[in-house]
């Protein structure tokens, strides 16, 4: 079953728009949710993350939305450039120390110039 | 990137074959765990290790052995292989509910 829920699939935008990718969990359990960056013929890179006691977190553009009540989170990806095409993964991971990372199923972003 | 080496890179190998991967780090870190990467499934967690000789199953460990004899090395062995394990294999490390690091991963062909 899986943990955390990716969508879409897919994602085509144009150069200078915003990228939006939404992710959905069940287990409340989870307290740390980052978003991984790959590029093809890498291994996953941390992006940004984000903890359930803020709402928000920014770093340049790249920005994470979290609703705890609704138990979903989202990343923004502003002012889109060609570079930015890889395929993002959400995850999730609870505070028993392990940081066992439950990963959605990818989403491939192609920002077109 | 941080000190993580995935050897071999790429792999072919017959069914019913035994099939040795290795993650090697640098970087002292307590946690490492392999993960599997295929189209439509995202990263699956496969076994993971929390210390020397403390090995535990993630959600796709049939088929899967680890060992982990030194702080630094972290084994995935498949015993038997099959065409259902063709993927690619990702370890990673972390110091705990914070940032995991991950390799360049391992193509493995299963023929």
């Known amino acids: 079953q899986q943990q955390v829920k990716q969508s879409p699939q897919s994602l085509i935008v144009q150069k200078g728009g915003i990228s939006i990718i939404n992710c959905a969990y069940e287990?409340?359990?989870?307290?740390?949710f980052p978003w991984y960056q790959q590029f093809p013929g890498k291994g996953p890179a941390l992006l940004i993350a984000?903890?359930?006691?803020?709402s928000e977190k920014k770093e340049g553009r790249f920005t994470i939305s979290f609703n705890k009540s609704a138990k979903q989170f989202s990343l923004h990806i502003m002012d889109s450039q060609p570079g930015d095409s890889a395929t993002y993964f959400c995850a999730a991971s609870m505070r028993d120390g392990n940081n066992r990372l439950a990963f959605g199923k990818g989403n491939q972003v192609v920002v077109i110039p | 990137d941080a000190g993580i080496t995935q050897s071999p890179r790429h792999k072919v190998t017959e069914t019913g074959t035994p099939v040795t991967l290795r993650c090697h780090q640098t970087?002292?870190?307590?946690?490492m765990y392999w993960y599997r990467q295929d189209p439509g499934h995202g990263l699956r967690l496969i076994h993971y290790s929390y210390g020397v000789k403390d090995t535990d199953k993630g959600e796709v460990s049939d088929g899967y052995s680890v060992s982990r004899s030194k702080t630094e090395d972290f084994l995935l062995t498949l015993e038997s292989a099959t065409s259902s394990q063709t993927s690619v294999y990702f370890c990673?490390?972390?110091?705990?509910?914070?940032?995991?690091?991950f390799g360049q991963g391992t193509r493995l062909t299963v023929v």
């Open positions: 287990n409340t359990a989870f307290d740390y």
């Open positions: 984000i903890r359930p006691d803020v």
């Open positions: 990673a490390i972390s110091e705990g509910n914070t940032e995991a690091f």
């Open positions: 970087e002292n870190h307590r946690y």
